[in-house]
């Protein structure tokens, strides 16, 4: 069996009153595409947020490639990680945002190679060279010279699906990608996540109501409410046959939806 | 009272002299306070409080205290202390330290109007700090509030008559030294009123393209 490349282990986060995430426990194999479902406000973004470092847990460890993410090691004790080492860790991670925010003072091509170029330190060539690749993969080969501001939401979204894998991440995050786009610019970038997901080696944790996309891709859906996660099961397994009578309500308002 | 149009037009050179070493004061200070104006705005920022704090109380006690006492402590203090400067020097840099703590809340304004999700994607980048300021933040941050910026072009220029008070002579200087000869301060004041007015608005001119480009842009 694979070794987990993640691991939350009795994570807690209140934001004032809310319990955000309530001891939460559980892990993600190296390759393995995993979809968080669940009502608003269930800890699901949350925990994408944290794996990014943008935010932090009140309690429990998370671990990444086998490293504390919000701890690291001095001597024998293990101690608030300062921001080189969460520097670090954020090169395992990527993040694909709801809101898109692509640079909008940055050309699609910048915005897609600033990033190795200054942050892997590859040569502009090389980095130019896997942007187009990258950006001819979402379709978007045209759109090298436009500003973000010059392309639809959908193109913007892919941009940034480009722009996230230009970093070459261990673990790509996506939350709620197509929320902000209308159903014709969201299958777009669903049909370009499928491809992603069936041809780059990495784990995808991604935040979704598109329910179809995440039976398509996902190797494992795990249900949120109130902070923890009530079923975990293979994508046939939780949308045919829920156990818990929660996934059944969730699911069921999830159809009425769309 | 009669005008006296030809006294008005004898004024007109020692006057334009005094504008220009007014100009000159006014942009020397102007290029301070844009650029200490940035520095106080980014250090103000800063994680460290003993770099926040101090920074915020100057920006405060600046802001606070009339530029004309400040240029009285920069001109008769400071030589006290072994700081001498010329009073053009003097000039720019009261004009200069005075503004930035105005310019200062302009760029506050601007790197707070950069969306957070702008600093997300740089941090989800692994971008560095410097770089996300650099290539991230300040170039979406800066041009919001050029035409803010401007304004205090136009409000510092027209503070240069405090000058006066440190020997720099500029158009007021002029009027005084040249109306306590001649008397004829009804066509001074009219000549440097109206210089001061063109001028002013000369400087206002690419403002207000500035600001009708960024509302443009804005739509």
């Given at each position: 069996m694979t070794a987990e490349l993640i691991t939350f282990d009795r994570v807690g986060k209140r934001f004032a009153d809310a319990v955000v995430l309530d001891d939460l426990s559980f892990g993600v194999r190296a390759g393995e595409r995993v979809t968080l479902i669940g009502p608003s406000g269930s800890g699901k973004t949350t925990i994408l947020r944290m794996l990014m470092t943008l935010t932090r847990p009140d309690s429990g460890t998370i671990t990444l490639a086998g490293e504390p993410l919000f701890h690291e090691r001095r001597g024998d004790t293990l101690v608030p990680a300062g921001e080189r080492h969460l520097r670090a860790m954020r090169r395992h991670t990527t993040m694909v945002f709801q809101q898109y925010n692509l640079f909008p003072n940055m050309r699609v091509l910048r915005n897609v190679t600033e990033a190795p170029v200054h942050v892997l330190g590859l040569p502009a060539e090389e980095a130019e060279e896997r942007a187009r690749e990258l950006l001819d993969v979402v379709g978007l080969a045209g759109k090298l010279d436009a500003y973000p501001s010059q392309l639809s939401g959908g193109q913007q979204q892919r941009v940034a699906i480009a722009r996230a894998l230009a970093m070459r991440p261990d673990?790509?995050?996506?939350?709620?990608?197509?929320?902000?786009?209308?159903?014709?610019?969201?299958?777009?970038?669903?049909?370009?996540?499928?491809?992603?997901?069936?041809?780059?080696?990495?784990?995808?944790?991604?935040?979704?109501h598109a329910m179809k996309f995440a039976r398509d891709v996902s190797d494992r859906v795990l249900m949120f409410n109130e902070g923890r996660i009530i079923e975990s099961a293979s994508p046939d397994e939780l949308f045919d046959a829920p156990k818990q009578e929660r996934t059944r309500q969730f699911l069921r308002s999830v159809i009425d939806e769309s | 009272?009669?005008?006296?149009?030809?006294?008005?037009?004898?004024?007109?050179?020692?006057?334009?002299?005094?504008?220009?070493?007014?100009?000159?004061?006014?942009?020397?200070?102007?290029?301070?306070?844009?650029?200490?104006?940035?520095?106080?705005?980014?250090?103000?920022?800063?994680?460290?409080?003993?770099?926040?704090?101090?920074?915020?109380?100057?920006?405060?006690?600046?802001?606070?205290?009339?530029?004309?006492?400040?240029?009285?402590?920069?001109?008769?203090?400071?030589?006290?202390?072994?700081?001498?400067?010329?009073?053009?020097?003097?000039?720019?840099?009261?004009?200069?330290?005075?503004?930035?703590?105005?310019?200062?809340?302009?760029?506050?304004?601007?790197?707070?109007?950069?969306?957070?999700?702008?600093?997300?994607?740089?941090?989800?980048?692994?971008?560095?700090?410097?770089?996300?300021?650099?290539?991230?933040?300040?170039?979406?941050?800066?041009?919001?509030?050029?035409?803010?910026?401007?304004?205090?072009?136009?409000?510092?220029?027209?503070?240069?008559?405090?000058?006066?008070?440190?020997?720099?002579?500029?158009?007021?200087?002029?009027?005084?030294?040249?109306?306590?000869?001649?008397?004829?301060?009804?066509?001074?004041?009219?000549?440097?009123?109206?210089?001061?007015?063109?001028?002013?608005?000369?400087?206002?001119?690419?403002?207000?393209?500035?600001?009708?480009?960024y509302r443009r842009e804005l739509a």
């Open positions: 673990v790509l995050l996506l939350d709620e990608v197509t929320s902000a786009l209308d159903p014709e610019l969201a299958a777009e970038v669903l049909d370009v996540l499928r491809d992603v997901a069936r041809t780059f080696d990495v784990t995808m944790l991604c935040v979704t | 009272m009669t005008f006296d149009w030809q006294a008005a037009w004898d004024a007109v050179p020692p006057l334009l002299r005094g504008l220009a070493t007014a100009l000159q004061a006014a942009a020397f200070g102007y290029v301070i306070a844009l650029v200490l104006g940035l520095a106080f705005a980014l250090l103000r920022r800063s994680s460290l409080r003993w770099v926040r704090l101090p920074v915020g109380f100057f920006v405060e006690f600046v802001r606070s205290t009339p530029l004309l006492v400040q240029l009285f402590f920069l001109f008769f203090v400071l030589p006290t202390i072994g700081v001498e400067l010329s009073a053009m020097a003097t000039g720019a840099i009261g004009l200069g330290l005075h503004y930035a703590a105005y310019t200062s809340e302009v760029y506050r304004a601007g790197i707070d109007g950069v969306p957070v999700g702008q600093w997300e994607a740089a941090k989800a980048l692994s971008l560095s700090r410097g770089r996300t300021w650099t290539r991230v933040v300040l170039p979406q941050a800066v041009p919001r509030v050029v035409p803010a910026l401007g304004n205090y072009a136009i409000a510092l220029f027209k503070d240069t008559p405090q000058l006066t008070v440190i020997t720099i002579a500029e158009v007021l200087s002029v009027v005084k030294a040249v109306g306590s000869q001649n008397f004829q301060y009804l066509e001074l004041i009219t000549v440097a009123g109206l210089l001061y007015l063109v001028t002013a608005l000369l400087i206002a001119w690419p403002v207000r393209v500035l600001e009708r480009r």
